[in-house]
């Protein structure tokens, strides 16, 4: 069973920042597109960004430039920066491993912008 774990989310004020963190076992890591989706209250999962191995980022439209997506090779982990949160940010984040085979999710873990 591959493991993906999240972890960073956090209650934040509206403005504020927060970094969201997920590790990933190697060899997930050295292959597979890493990506983050996120999830608000009734509404479907989106892709929020995604790096690839070349550290290529791409942001869907709503969060580009206000967060941003890295990779830590000796790691194996990935970051998902982000800054100016908004309500509208609220929803559970999950970390996700993808290829043309397999796709991998993690648990999720929840983020809240609210004053």
């Known amino acids: 069973q591959v493991q993906l774990v999240e972890s960073g989310g956090d209650l934040v004020q509206p403005g504020g920042s927060l970094r969201l963190s997920c590790a990933a076992p190697e060899l997930i890591f050295r292959f597979y597109t890493m990506g983050w989706y996120r999830q608000a209250p009734g509404k479907q999962r989106e892709l929020v960004a995604r790096i690839t191995g070349d550290d290529t980022a791409n942001y869907a439209d709503s969060v580009k430039g206000r967060f941003t997506m890295s990779r830590d090779n000796a790691k194996n982990t990935v970051y998902l920066q982000m800054n100016s949160r908004k309500s509208a940010d609220t929803a559970v984040y999950y970390c996700?491993?993808?290829?043309?085979?397999?796709?991998?999710w993690g648990r999720g873990t929840q983020v809240t912008v609210s004053s």
């Open positions: 996700n491993a993808y290829s043309s085979i397999k796709q991998f």
